[in-house]
C-alpha cells in the first residue's frame, strides 16, 4: 500500500526568477533564500559580475549546477539548478563579442529555459530606448527559430517591461513613459504572439502586484511599484503550472535587491 501511494506521488517543481542586483552584494540574502524555499531551478540577473568572481561554491554546496554569464559592474545571468543543465546556450545569435550579457538558456529534464534580463531603454525616445525594441524583436526571433514552443518552455527574467495598467502603482503618473510605453508593450506582446501566456496573470488577474520598487522613492514601504519580473511560458508548461507567487519577504529587511523573486510551481512537468 505504502509502495502504490509513493508511486502515485506527482514531483512538484519549484522555478524562481529574480534580479539580485549584484549577485555577491545579495549573496546574505540570497543563500538563506534558497534554503529556505528550496526552488529547483532559478533564473538570476543583473549579477554584476565576471564569471570567474561570480560566488558558485556556496551554490554547489546547497546542490546547484551553475552556469553563468557575467559582465563586469552591469548586467550578467545565471542558471542554478538542481538536476543537470544540458545544450547550455548565452546571448543572441549574431551578438558582437563584449556586448551585454544578457541571456543565458538550457534544456533542464524535459523543460527548456531561456533566462533573459531585457534592456532598461533608460527613456523613452532616446538611443537606448530604440535598442531595447530591437533586442525584443532580435529576442522573438531567437526563440521562434530556435526553440520548440510545442514541447515544455519558459522563458524568465526582468523583462523591464510591464504588460498593461494592472502591473503599474499610479498608471497615469507612468503613462508612456519607459517601462510602460505603448511600443515597448507591443514589442513584448509580439514575443508573447509565439505562443507564449503570462503565468502570473492564470491565476491573479487583478492588479495591484509588483515585483520591482524604487529604493529612492521608498516605493516598497509604500507600495509603489511595477510588475517587471515575468515567467512565460509555452501551452504544456502552462498546463503543468499549479501556482506563482511574489516572494515580497524576500524583497523587506536589511540590503535588499529592488526586485523580490517570482516562483512558478508545477506538477508532473
Request: glycine fraction near 8%; charge should be negative.
Amino acid at each position: 500500500m505504502i509502495a502504490a501511494a509513493l508511486s502515485r506521488r506527482v514531483l512538484v517543481v519549484r522555478i524562481a526568477t529574480w534580479n539580485v542586483n549584484s549577485v555577491r552584494a545579495r549573496l546574505p540574502r540570497l543563500l538563506p533564500w534558497l534554503k529556505e524555499r528550496r526552488p529547483d531551478v532559478v533564473c538570476l540577473q543583473e549579477l554584476k559580475c565576471v564569471d570567474e568572481a561570480f560566488p558558485r561554491e556556496p551554490l554547489e554546496e546547497l546542490g546547484y549546477n551553475v552556469e553563468t554569464f557575467g559582465q563586469k559592474t552591469y548586467n550578467g545571468v545565471a542558471l542554478l539548478s538542481r538536476e543537470p543543465i544540458a545544450g547550455v546556450v548565452k546571448g543572441l545569435p549574431g551578438d558582437p563579442e563584449g556586448l551585454e550579457r544578457r541571456v543565458i538558456g538550457g534544456t533542464i529534464g524535459r523543460l527548456q529555459v531561456l533566462n533573459v534580463y531585457v534592456v532598461n531603454g533608460q527613456e523613452v525616445g532616446c538611443e537606448k530606448y530604440d535598442d531595447k525594441l530591437a533586442w525584443l524583436d532580435r529576442l522573438r526571433a531567437y526563440i521562434a527559430g530556435d526553440f520548440d514552443l510545442a514541447q515544455p518552455f519558459l522563458l524568465a527574467g526582468d523583462f523591464n517591461v510591464t504588460f498593461d495598467d494592472r502591473d503599474v502603482h499610479d498608471p497615469e503618473a507612468w503613462r508612456e513613459r519607459i517601462l510602460c510605453s505603448t511600443p515597448e508593450r507591443a514589442a513584448l506582446a509580439r514575443v508573447m504572439d509565439l505562443g507564449l501566456c503570462d503565468a502570473f496573470r492564470a491565476f491573479h488577474q487583478e492588479g495591484g502586484h509588483y515585483t520591482w520598487w524604487d529604493f529612492r522613492t521608498f516605493g516598497f514601504k509604500n507600495n509603489q511599484g511595477l510588475r517587471l519580473d515575468h515567467v512565460l511560458l509555452s501551452p504544456s508548461a502552462l498546463a503543468a503550472c499549479t501556482g506563482v507567487e511574489i516572494d515580497l519577504e524576500a524583497r523587506g529587511g536589511q540590503k535588499p535587491s529592488d526586485h523580490a523573486p517570482v516562483l512558478a510551481a508545477f506538477s508532473g512537468l
